[in-house]
DNA sequence: CCTCGATCGGACAACGTTGTCAGACAGGTA
DNA sequence: TACCTGTCTGACAACGTTGTCCGATCGAGG
């Protein structure tokens, strides 16, 4: 900055005028700073502004997802660095793996690089660290789980009023044993999916049955092994209800191994690419996930623009998508 | 840091020490000054500190992608995170839907914020802003797309030779009208996909057919269309080469609708998840994502450590993998 | 030609931290 | 006791920027 003063023949100050836009500076003095930041390649650097400004923002987010290859987090995060884009702001990712050690460790990362806001996909319970954070000002949103504090704003999916229209879905196609397969219990989403697939039970008069539940399924091969579980007992399921994507994949792919999948029925909570071209198309549960990071991002700039108030719970819809699978009559 | 200086009765200097783990203070201060930043919540400003330390390292690095959300790219930064981590950086990820504004936009975000490094998958032409970045000395790697200067690291996978494999795997099945379907040809991947079609149906001794080319297929609707179009014709292709994920999608979804699907062989470029799932499971030419990010990062900080020497191009191999739609014989 | 007001430019300090360097102190030796 | 060595500790300045504030300059009016 003091080499491209000295090349337009201005203080530094007038330089800095010039590159933040600032009103005051005349027309041949200008142009002239500009040409010398041409000239000279000069980067305005952000750091030490912010360190100088007085309201010290970095003009940069800390987005703390499961994991940011997954669909899920990744569209999440896409619809987030575009509201993030037109604020000129930045979106430092990170993976959680579900790990409280690692969130915290991200979180730790995010402070001491002075993130302007956290969004955050919490897991189970760390909610110290996140108390932490709170302490420091960081304005903080949470989303898909909902807060461990009532006092944080959050944006969530509907998921046991979804896993009740999953259920009551294969319900009126006469099913009267369905299966239930969820991801450990420890989850919010997950506990709550199961609360709506008993709710849905209970409705119709159905007695739950807890050698049709299996609670702690984490992943694709652990739904295949216990679908062919379910499947191979005595009075086997005629439908399913799977909590979550992976799951679902599983669940499909031992259906297919048994020749079961055009006999049970399936719905699935989460959408999924290709989820029409399989063979039956996948009926499933879908969440809006772009809006919910959309609205997250809506929520943290608000409170960053200083809006206060009570703490806002957004709680978005969800959507069943009749593709087959989930319309398959009982026999 | 001066309040925690107060509190534990040293000087901030003190502080600085025992917070960056440097030698030279003893047992009594050091624990006073732990608990001072303790009681006092005092998160050390690494934005502070990256501009007075003498590397001015921000540990952050900037990665731009095409799309945060789509799988190879959320792949990609996945690996690029796991490396990053062990060195306590963190990453900015960006998307620039091939478009050189937004390209340009994002480097010179990064650039303000004085990224130590960046990993960058091209755009088609934007060379000029590129070059700035290198004239200011910051590292670069080009993922993806080979760089447009030789003299820049880089880590791509041989396209031209996956997509011969992809053509002949099906010329050896007795198919001798083998369409493409690709995407715009100014991708440099794309091109030397294209190229790889031609040179397998030269080595097998066959004209290339124009008519059976279709080169500027950007997304599934026009892929599918194309497809449509293609077997329209009165001497219509018995086997496709796509040439990307979204292409090879939308051809499964046209073939289906022909109920050609088990009559028309087919390769794609790009494993995707629940191709081994679909009617007929889909032969593919997969890429080593994971390993082309751990390349890219591993660079990068050989880089960062101050590693000369000419720049690396590493060039990954592919690999086929048989599922079916790709073993279909011809008539 | 002088004065006044409005407008623009620049010197200085400070943001939170760390590199440099000199001073303080303890312990050992002559 | 005087002196020296080595180990800790702290004062100061500086990283690149901007907020504050005062002084300079210019144009218009008397």
Sequence with gaps: MRDVAALAGVSVKTVSRVVNGEAGVREPLTSRVQKAVFLLDYRHNLTASSLRRSDGKT????LLLEDVANPFSSTLHRAIEDFARARATLVFAGSSDEDADRERELLRA???????????????????????????????VFVDRPAGFANVDSVTSDNRGGAEDAVRHMLERGHRRIGFLGDLQTITTANE??????????????ALDPALVRKSVTDTDAADAATMDLLASATPPTALFTGQNLIT???????????????VALVGFDDFTL??????????????????????????FSRLDGEGGEAQHVVMQTELIERGSGEIQAP
Tied chains: 1, 2.
Excluded at 287 to 299: F, P, S
Aim: without cysteine.
């Design 249 to 263: 994949i599983g669940a499909v792919r031992a259906l297919r191994r048994l020749g079961a999948q055009h006999r």
């Design 59 to 62: 003009a940069s987010i800390g």
């Design 110 to 140: 995010f402070a001491v690089r002075r993130v302007d806001g956290l969004i955050i996909v919490p897991t189970n319970r760390n909610q110290e660290s996140l108390g932490q954070e709170r302490r420091l000002g960081t304005p903080l």
């Design 275 to 300: 989820a029409d071209l399989l063979e039956p198309a996948i009926t499933v549960i879908a969440q809006e996930v772009t809006e919910m990071g959309r609205k997250a991002a809506e929520l943290l």
């Design 193 to 206: 999916r199961y609360r709506g697939y008993a709710d849905a039970l209970a409705s119709a008069g159905l």
